[in-house]
């Protein structure tokens, strides 16, 4: 494990180019986290190709965008349940062997997607039960991915590593469905799944190189047996870790205008699906800028409060979108909204790494799945009801302003979270 250096060390100013762009330096320090890295951001792309072509071949089937919306239903109920019951598990078990079994269970799957293809077995249910299963591989492998970090990093990189891996989540959303169209339309679905069991090898070869991932106890014997409920009952005594899910539920639950996309594409800019289409790539655009541009986040060490000024950023910029009427600008506030919500999860995930002790962190990862998985969808239903009631524009704009008004209460509430100090990370 690198040490970490002393918050009493004096470090010197970082040129201004470290400071403006990502910070590559834990992919230059640590072998094990580059391979990591590496293989997450090409197997990503390749999960992402897959679940376009899922959507796209149970459609091809059914010719019903019910049954295309039922994808996600068979993949949010696996992730919020197993993403619990995972993150327990990598708190008790060797985590580099848990990623691979998982990684080797997703790529089984990604084989059989491509085998249904290749043998034209046109039922539906076959689709649904892979995609079940390959979301609990998900939540089974992302918390104990997650929490390899901080064992491979000094508290210090924590920061820029979590940036590069906003990075590899915003591309491959991006690249991977786009990449995923082209394969499908140019050799069938079996193209996309195939390709997805390649990329998958990148990161089993990562975690096959890395030492063993055991959790520490503090010299302490470990749990016996998986407990969610240890999980969250150390959660609900650590006021600053909860104080991180709070903020981004206010983010997700109260303004999350993904849901009326269709809707205010027509009626506020006169447009059709590839309005659509530009209203869902903005925000993902604002992020990966966010990454790109993410060297100065290592300077940060006032944690809580960049995820409060990030959350109030994106409710007020989701706010100015819902009272915009050009495209372009529209697109610009949800661009802005993207960048923030990547600066939030950034020091998010720094503060559950850095903040939480290492025979926790799965655990608490388990619940940020939870919540990353859960929340966007519960905000579909309430931005989409709430459009029902009166209209998109009410929705939008008092769903930001709602946003805004519900991190200043918890600011005010918990004014602790806003001290909180990087240098001496308290949960």
């Known amino acids: 494990m690198t040490p970490a250096i002393s918050p009493a060390t004096p470090k010197p100013r970082p040129p201004l180019r470290s400071r403006l762009f990502a910070d590559i330096t834990p992919l230059r320090t640590s072998v094990h986290y580059r391979r990591l890295w590496f293989g997450n951001t090409v197997s990503w792309v390749g999960q992402q190709m897959t679940a376009l072509a899922v959507s796209l071949q149970v459609y091809d089937l059914t010719g019903s965008t019910f049954a295309v919306g039922a994808v996600g239903l068979c993949s949010l109920v696996p992730l919020i349940v197993f993403g ?24 089984v799957l ?6 249904a293809a290749l043998l034209d ?3 539906v249910w076959v689709l649904y039960t892979v995609v079940a299963l390959q979301a609990v591989c998900f939540a089974m492998n992302s918390p104990a991915r997650s929490s390899m970090i901080p064992r491979l990093l000094p508290p210090e990189q924590l920061p820029a590593a979590n940036a590069l891996n906003s990075l590899t989540s915003n591309l491959g959303m991006m690249g991977g469905p786009m990449l995923g169209g082209v394969f499908v339309g140019l050799w069938g679905y079996q193209a996309a799944y195939l390709i997805d069991v390649v990329t998958f ?3 089993l070869y990562a975690m096959w190189r890395l030492p063993a991932m055991r959790p520490d106890h503090g010299g302490e014997d470990g749990p016996r047996r998986p407990s969610v409920l240890e999980g969250l009952r150390f959660l609900a005594t650590r006021p600053n870790l909860r104080m991180t899910f709070f903020a981004d539920l206010a983010a997700m639950v109260l303004a ?9 594409a027509v009626l506020w800019f006169g447009g059709d699906a590839k309005t659509v289409g530009l209203l869902v790539a903005a925000p993902a655009v604002g992020a990966v800028l966010g990454a790109l541009f993410s060297g100065w986040l290592g300077t940060v060490r006032r944690h809580g ?7 109030v950023a994106w409710g007020a910029a989701i706010a100015c979108f819902g009272l915009t009427r050009h495209l372009w600008l529209g697109l610009f506030f949800l661009a802005v909204a993207g960048c923030a919500d990547t600066i939030s999860m950034v020091f998010r995930g720094t503060m559950l790494q850095a903040a939480a002790p290492d ?9 940020f799945i939870v919540v990353v998985a859960g929340g966007p969808r519960l905000g579909d239903f309430l931005t989409g009801s709430a459009a029902d009631l009166t209209s998109p524009a009410v929705a939008v704009v008092g769903g930001g302003l709602a ?6 209460l918890l600011g005010l509430w918990r004014r602790d979270f806003a001290r909180y100090d990087a240098r001496d990370p308290k949960p």
């Open 256 to 264: 999350q205008p993904r849901a009326l996309f269709p809707a205010v």
């Open 84 to 107: 619990l019951y995972g993150g327990a598990i990598a708190d008790t078990v060797d985590r580099r062997k848990l990623g691979m079994y998982t990684a080797v269970g997703a790529t």
């Open 110 to 115: 990604s084989v059989a997607l491509a085998a």
């Open 305 to 311: 409060l960049a995820i409060l000024v990030a959350v």
């Open 121 to 123: 077995v046109r039922q």
């Open 359 to 367: 025979r926790m962190r799965g655990r608490l990862q388990g619940v």
């Open 403 to 408: 946003c805004v008004v519900a991190v200043l």
């Open 201 to 203: 090898t990148a990161a």
